[in-house]
């Protein structure tokens, strides 16, 4: 993937990836010609660039309410279509967690970590580790963001991403340094 706004902004080449079975289930006739995709990884972004990545999602976990709906400590684990991924229902509150990690902090914050999804205004917020808007415990490593669904989709994608601070200080340095997973949900 690469910034098609590269010539305001800095350079973005992330590698996105995600794997997933696809299996025959009925004939010719069915729709895709009788396969379906049985089972899929969370999407992983990873640099692609040659710098060292050093920031990275550790833990990817999806609320309704108070009750887990679905967690992931691998990007590559394999979840059911059928009945592994997060079902969601519009109008419900959701709190998006993920732990985060940073192997080299320069600066305070020395991270900014986002949630994607079907939020609410705008498909992209803030999430914090300050003990306020839905984070549990401040200065933990585990980042939250609470929204109630919004739209009208039978699917969804939900998607955690960190950007080292130093990315953020300037626009001329080729320093751009980010990780993020994401996961499909389906409507309920």
């Keep these: 993937m690469v910034n098609p706004l590269s010539y305001c902004f800095k350079p973005i080449n992330d ?4 794997r ?9 006739s069915g729709p895709h010609g009788g396969w379906e995709f049985t089972y899929i990884t969370p999407v992983k972004f990873s640099l692609n660039s040659g710098i060292t990545q050093e920031v990275f999602i550790q833990s990817m976990k999806i609320y309704q309410g108070d ?22 229902e519009p109008g419900i509150l ?37 003990g306020l808007w839905g984070d549990r415990i401040a200065d933990d490593g585990i980042c939250n963001y609470e929204w109630y ?7 969804w994608f939900i998607n955690a991403d960190i950007i ?16 993020a997973w994401g996961i499909l949900a389906l409507r309920s």
Excluded at 20 to 28: C, P, Q, Y
Excluded at 149 to 154: D, L, N, R, V
Aim: glycine share 4%.
């Design 15 to 18: 590698l996105a990836s995600r």
């Design 20 to 28: 997933l079975i696809v299996e025959k289930r009925g004939d010719k």
């Design 67 to 88: 009750e887990l709906a679905w967690e992931c400590y691998f990007p590559d684990t394999f979840y059911c279509v059928e009945d592994e991924l997060p079902v969601l």
């Design 94 to 130: 959701v709190r998006l967690e993920v732990e985060v990690l940073h192997t080299n902090p320069q600066y305070e914050p020395a991270y900014y970590v986002y949630a994607h999804g079907p939020c609410p205004i705008w498909p992209c917020h803030w999430m914090n580790d300050t």
């Design 149 to 155: 669904i919004e739209g009208y989709s039978e699917h």
């Design 164 to 179: 080292d601070a130093d990315t953020m200080l300037d626009q001329e340095e080729d320093d751009y340094d980010s990780g």
